[in-house]
């Protein structure tokens, strides 16, 4: 018997390629994701129907045939290879953030990717995530393209994805209607199961990010609080006004030592006449949704993307009242809030000092910050956008010398760290936040020729491995108290309080009431005493507290 060479043999088995109709294939490609990119999902699903496998069964069946219904309607010879490659890519892609970092891939997460940087989503691109990527999205993409598309009749061809999608949902809707009551009961308790599902709850988030922008596309700007005026703190000649807003980024109140925190994390700031508000929680858990909401007139249940994008907010109100805006951005811009006033952007200057990394620090506000402050001549408010404690790379947000807790996690794949190494390295970054503020302050206070003040919120808080999230961005209805619990604390100077009437010892007695980001609007009006029907006395923590003047209750 004559014998084969071997790279005959391999040659001819690459040549012969398997020939697999296009339902069959999708029918792999489902059950290859469903097994080997739902770890999480798997997870929950485990505990969800602990004791009750047949109800697991049947749910599990009935999830795989509604996916099967949906993706048969691309199960077309001409379609089916590049939606399932696109399919298994998308559900590799996710399926890594999900399974290490506990992130939820819904329309607010999309949001937050579409908005972000270059730099800043580059940190999230690691060595773990691309071999995750490459073995089970890029190996099972090339078996796609390597088999071949069974020969099929046209009108089979045609008929066979429709028939699919119709049995398969057929069958789905029966396993459910088994048991409907116990499964409607569980996706109404366990939101965050359908949300793990790949690649699923992506699609479903990308589909609502899609809409929410068509939506979106042509509103037109309402304008908001048209009939501000500047109230009695503004008659007579004074000092011009210099308050310095500064929004947070990714500072959660319980690594405050303001707060408690046995950390000292805010050594700084605490030999300073602060007020800190210890009980406040964010409008979102993502700088895309938290950002525009806190500047916004709405409250967290009432705001939209369409509302923030189409509404005025409370930069533009405090501008109708002849107050001079800006806006100074160390983040991934100001999301259209300040887009009628003068922007400058810090990121990614030539700064050896603060730049080093390819972004910029915090301090790169500083300098240009007290050559301002000596240069303000007229009523201004002045916003700055922090990069802040914005993970994962946390040991990037603070200078090296900066490194006070230790050791430190260097490096954005946290199961290289420990959770002690974890929590260093976001420590650092609080305290370096801390260093940021207090030299704001004391320049502030330093300048007798104005009246000033620093109101601090962040936008939202972080897990650092608790219940196994990582980061933000959870969907706040399963967000836990350190992605919405945020730290705001306030500073004015006395001829700032003496100016606006402002009762400082009445001030800090709400320092442990609850707040939140719905509270910013209706306060800043308050606080720099301007006058509109938008504003809510209510929701205003200055307005029981004024003394020479009082902010009208319209």
Request: with cysteine; net charge neutral; charged share 15%.
């Amino acid at each position: 018997m004559p014998s084969v060479k071997p790279h005959l043999f391999r040659s001819s088995i690459l040549r012969e390629r398997i020939s697999i109709s296009p339902v069959i294939l999708t029918v792999l490609a489902i059950a290859f994701v469903f097994s080997v990119d739902n770890s999480t999902f798997w997870y929950i699903a485990s505990d969800v129907f602990s004791g009750h496998l047949l109800s697991l069964i049947g749910y599990m069946g009935a999830v795989f045939c509604l996916t099967l219904g949906a993706f048969s309607l691309f199960a077309f010879p001409w379609t089916v290879k590049p939606f399932l490659i696109s399919m298994l890519i998308l559900a590799a892609m996710t399926s890594y953030y999900v399974d290490t970092l506990g992130i939820i891939v819904d329309r607010d997460m999309i949001q937050n990717v579409m908005v972000t940087t270059v730099a800043e989503s580059r940190h999230l691109i690691t060595l773990g995530y691309v071999t995750h990527v490459v073995v089970f999205g890029v190996f099972p993409s090339l078996f796609v393209m390597w088999v071949r598309i069974a020969p099929q009749r046209r009108v089979k061809a045609a008929v066979t994805p429709i028939l699919t999608c119709v049995l398969s949902l057929a069958l789905a809707t029966g396993l459910l209607m088994a048991d409907l009551k116990s499964y409607s009961s569980i996706l109404r308790e366990r939101k965050d199961f359908m949300s793990s599902y790949q690649p699923g709850a992506p699609l479903v988030g990308a589909i609502r990010y899609a809409k929410m922008m068509s939506r979106s596309a042509n509103l037109v700007l309402t304008s908001t609080g048209l009939d501000a005026r500047a109230g009695s703190a503004y008659d007579a000649p004074q000092k011009p006004m210099l308050t310095i807003v500064v929004a947070g980024e990714t500072a959660r109140a319980q690594n405050f030592s303001l707060n408690g925190y046995d950390v000292d994390t805010n050594p700084e700031l605490s030999k300073l006449p602060i007020i800190n508000f210890s009980n406040t929680h964010s409008c979102g858990t993502a700088t895309a949704v938290s950002l525009p909401c806190m500047f916004s007139k709405f409250s967290r249940d009432s705001y939209t993307f369409e509302k923030g994008t189409s509404t005025e907010n409370v930069l533009d109100v405090l501008g109708h009242a002849g107050l001079h805006v800006e806006w100074w951005d160390n983040n991934t811009g100001d999301k259209t809030i300040a887009a009628r006033f003068g922007t400058r952007t810090l990121t990614n200057l030539k700064n050896p000092e603060f730049c080093a990394t390819g972004e910029c620090i915090d301090g790169i506000f500083l300098e240009p910050l007290k050559e301002y402050i000596a240069s303000v001549n007229k009523d201004t408010v002045l916003v700055l956008h922090q990069i802040g404690s914005h993970g994962p790379t946390y040991y990037q947000r603070y200078p090296a010398e900066f490194e006070r807790f230790k050791p430190a996690c260097r490096t954005a794949e946290f199961k290289k760290c420990t959770p002690k190494e974890i929590t260093n390295a976001y420590d650092n970054t609080i305290a370096y936040t801390d260093q940021m503020l207090a030299r704001t302050i004391n320049m502030l206070a330093a300048n007798e020729g104005l009246a000033t003040s620093l109101l601090y919120v962040s936008d939202h808080g972080e897990s650092l491995g608790e219940r196994g999230l990582y980061l933000h961005g959870a969907p706040y209805f399963m967000a836990p108290e350190t992605q919405t619990h945020v730290p705001m604390l306030l500073w004015m100077s006395d001829a700032f309080q003496s100016r606006f009437g402002i009762d400082e010892s009445c001030v800090a007695k709400q320092k442990d009431k609850a707040l939140s980001h719905d509270n910013l609007f209706h306060s800043l009006l308050g606080l720099l005493d301007i006058h509109t029907a938008e504003r809510n006395p209510d929701l205003d923590i200055f307005t029981s507290c004024k003394t020479n003047i009082q902010v009208a209750k319209i």
